[in-house]
């Protein structure tokens, strides 16, 4: 059966960016860590992580940030 995961995450990063407009670290990982709850980030998991990435602002891309959003391209090919 196929992981539904990515529909939790995306309805997840929605609760995140209307919270306060913005994703930081700490909810980015907490949309990857529903991703890795099956031990691996698939194919529909990639593509919210990638959408979700797309939609950052500059604001958002702290330097925290563009280390986390590096380090899911390298590990996961996101």
């Known amino acids: 059966m ?23 670290v700490n909810e980015l990982d907490s949309l990857v860590e529903i991703a890795m709850r ?3 980030i698939d194919d529909n998991e990639k593509r919210v992580l990638r959408n979700i990435i797309d939609r950052l602002t500059d604001a ?11 380090s899911l391209q390298e590990q996961h090919g996101i």
Not at 2 to 24: A, H, P, Q, V
């Open 60 to 70: 958002e891309l702290t330097d925290d940030m563009q280390v986390r959003v590096q």
């Open 2 to 24: 196929e992981s539904r995961d990515y529909l939790e995450m995306t309805f997840r990063s929605i609760n995140c960016f209307s919270d306060d407009g913005k994703l930081d």
């Open 38 to 40: 099956d031990g691996e």
